[in-house]
T-cell receptor, first 118, second 110 residues
Framework: GAVVSQHPSRVICKSGTSVKIECRSL??????MFWYRQFPKQSLMLMAT?????????EQGVEKDKFLINHASLTLSTLTVTSAHPEDSSFYIC??????????????FGPGTRLTVL | AQRVTQPEKLLSVFKGAPVELKCNYS??????LFWYVQYSRQRLQLLLR??SRESIKGFTADLNKGETSFHLKKPFAQEEDSAMYYC????????????FGKGTHLIIQP
């Protein structure tokens, strides 16, 4: 099956620093990747849609200058949390879309990255 | 805007008993519905999609457009079914992400 990896799996940083999270599709090309955020005991919330070669599309309420997304290749998307603060501490999960004919959309999820901002 | 509702945060049943995890959605168009499962310390993985109408690990789910529901069912629960289950909706088109419900933690007691 299609595999999506994330790196790092866990990161702890000081307030004010920036953190980059990578999302890779290992055995398929993904023109579209998605970034989700999950708070403890809550559901996944879509943050943004990352399209290869173009600007990301952000969901309402998500600051694009805070969460920088780059999708430079068909297998890699990065999320950079700029000037991180403790309230940014969360579990960040990416997914990659495997497109099939007829508009069907299945997404394969990465294992997630636990970000803790001190 | 679309919404997915899973009314039960926690569902505990005994092994061998039937299981039904409820999912209701609101969306004005024709959605694609999915069930994702997350076992302990593992990533989210697709369990079912309404388009394929298949049965995976004994689970089935039928899309009821009249009731806007997509409940997940299994006639005889097994201990290995214990996990978090998320119902998700895709509104169609190529660029949109999924809208998830809050999830139901299913515990199968021996």
């Amino acid at each position: 099956g299609a595999v999506v990896s994330q790196h790092p799996s866990r990161v702890i940083c000081k307030s004010g620093t920036s953190v980059k999270i990578e999302c890779r599709s290992l055995d398929f090309q993904a023109t579209t990747m998605f970034w989700y955020r999950q708070f403890p005991k809550q559901s996944l919330m879509l943050m943004a849609t990352s399209n290869e070669g173009s600007k990301a599309t952000y969901e309402q309420g998500v600051e694009k200058d805070k969460f920088l997304i780059n999708h430079a290749s068909l297998t890699l998307s990065t999320l950079t949390v700029t000037s991180a603060h403790p309230e940014d501490s969360s579990f960040y999960i990416c997914s990659a879309r495997l497109a099939e004919g007829g508009g069907y959309n299945e997404q394969f999820f990465g294992p997630g990255t636990r970000l803790t901002v001190l | 805007a679309q919404r997915v509702t899973q009314p039960e945060k926690l569902l505990s049943v005994f092994k061998g008993a039937p299981v039904e995890l409820k999912c209701n959605y609101s969306y004005s168009g024709s959605p694609e519905l999915f069930w994702y499962v997350q076992y302990s310390r593992q990533r989210l993985q697709l369990l079912l999609r309404h388009i394929s109408r298949e049965s995976i690990k004994g689970f089935t789910a039928d899309l009821n457009k009249g009731e806007t529901s997509f409940h997940l069912k299994k006639p005889f629960a097994q201990e290995e079914d214990s996990a978090m289950y998320y119902c998700a909706l895709h509104s169609g088109g190529g660029a949109d992400g999924l809208t998830f419900g809050k999830g139901t933690h299913l515990i199968i007691q021996p």
